[in-house]
């Protein structure tokens, strides 16, 4: 289908455009920018008069609970979720049941998700069978069958001697490791974050050196195998210090941050609020400043929205007997620029967090709009007002943080390989 979009202002942090420009689409790819090509014949005009178009967002973190825990959500909720948000394309991590430790789950979880013809999915292969932590899967195989990164999700990895040799083993095929930093022993049983309102709740707590014991070995394995490294869910002060050094040395590591994150602290807990148990644990106001400062300096690569459905039952419980999660996905774009207002960040600063950046993490040719690029677009009004309800989430979990906000940013349209893979009714 060729299409037209028309009259829109352009934002294409990669290619750093920021204008009013037309955007036209044939075979699945981005034909031409300005100026319509010899002999082009529109199937549809998309009227972008008062909208902003920008390349499909890609998010880092997006769990789909599929295989094994369908009954949080099933695949075809969340990708309709993505694309409701704008997301076209989405690293999912491989804690699924069974984890993504073979390549039959993992092409078939792929299989399920080009069936669907939604967003793109590229799973995050399980680093250890079961995610157990003891020994390394065929990282070889399961590349071939899709995986594009290797992490252990939230299980923790206390064997250095196996992250040794898995860092060594993904150095040796040019494979990246995904891991979030946390000390499983000094964690065990927190739920919060080790601060004024963890004491006055009388929650168990996870004090910040949990995050920053775990990052240097981490990051002194990295330096010792020459493994790329992307540290997932940054949430301290003192962890995105240890991120900037080591891009300062040299290493090759990145890293994300929840936009959760971005924006919550301990404090947003409230009393009890277990829409705010969330892994890693909100932190202090002094680490969301922190968060925020590496952003703009280029330590933290990429916001992701650590999409985490959870269903209802687990979600009606005290805070530490809660499980941890929210869904996020269809608000990484409103929160991406509510971020923008707040800081007084560029757009074109700000959707690269959430575009190109990620898209380079995850090695694909996706999140820009230059001719003969995948034809992914997220069309979104800027203007638009809308509250956060359950009601209004395509998700099957309902449960977020962030439920009765105010949100400014609407999702109109997004174009999969050039296709209407989501156009609202509002």
């Known amino acids: 289908m060729n299409i037209h979009i028309k009259n829109g202002r352009l934002i294409d942090p990669k290619n750093g455009i920021d204008a009013q420009r037309d955007v036209f689409v044939a075979e699945k790819r981005i034909a031409a920018i300005g100026t319509a090509p010899d002999g082009f014949v529109a199937d549809r005009v998309i009227d972008a008069v008062g909208l902003m178009v920008i390349p499909g967002l890609v998010d880092t973190a997006a769990r789909l609970r599929e295989p094994g825990y369908e009954y949080k959500a099933t695949l075809e909720s969340e990708m309709e979720a993505a694309v409701a948000g704008g997301v076209t394309s989405l690293a999912c991590p491989p804690d699924t049941d069974p984890p993504l430790d073979e390549p039959g789950l993992v092409e078939m979880l792929k299989h ?6 939604l967003c793109r999915v590229f799973p995050v292969g399980a680093l ?23 992490g252990q999700a939230d299980a923790p990895l206390t064997d250095t001697r196996v992250l040794l040799r898995a860092m060594q083993y993904a150095a040796t095929f040019g494979y990246s490791v995904w891991l ?23 929650l168990p707590s996870i004090p910040a050196v949990a995050e920053t014991i775990a990052l240097s070995t981490m990051l002194h394995l990295a330096r010792e195998t ?13 962890g995105a210090e240890l991120v900037r050094a080591a891009k300062r040395e040299g290493l090759a590591v ?21 829409n705010c148990h969330l892994v890693p644990p909100l932190r202090g106001l002094r680490d969301r400043a922190a968060l925020r400062a590496a952003l703009l300096d280029g330590t933290i690569d990429a916001i992701c929205s650590n ?3 959870v269903d209802e039952d687990a979600k009606q419980l005290p805070f530490a007997e809660a499980e941890a999660g929210a869904t996020g996905v269809e608000l990484l774009l409103p929160l991406a620029l ?3 207002e707040q800081d007084d960040v560029p757009l074109l600063e700000a959707f690269k967090h959430i575009t190109a950046n990620p898209a380079q993490l995850l090695g694909q040719k996706v999140g820009y709009l230059s001719v003969g690029a995948h034809a992914d677009v997220c069309i979104f009004d800027p203007e638009a007002t809308w509250i ?4 209004a989430l395509k998700s099957q979990g309902k449960n977020s943080p962030f439920l009765g906000y105010e949100a400014r940013g609407r999702v109109r349209y997004t174009l999969v390989e050039g296709q209407v893979a989501y156009q609202s009714n509002s």
Request: aromatic share 6%; glycine share 8%; charged share 25%.
């Open 112 to 117: 399920r998700a080009r069936s669907l013809k």
């Open 128 to 150: 250890t069978y079961g995610l157990k932590g003891e020994e390394l899967t065929e990282m070889a195989e399961l590349s071939d069958a899709g995986c594009k990164a290797f």
């Open 180 to 202: 979030r930093p946390q000390d499983s022993f000094i964690a065990m049983n927190g739920v919060a974050h080790d601060g004024e309102v963890a004491t006055r709740l009388g």
């Open 226 to 238: 020459g493994a790329r490294l992307h540290v997932c869910l940054l949430s301290s002060a003192a």
């Open 254 to 274: 990145t890293c994300d941050v929840s936009i959760n994150h971005v924006h919550l602290s301990e404090m947003d807990i409230g009393y009890f609020d277990s």
């Open 307 to 309: 999409h985490s459905p």
């Open 338 to 340: 509510k971020w923008a």
């Open 388 to 391: 956060i309800e359950a009601a």
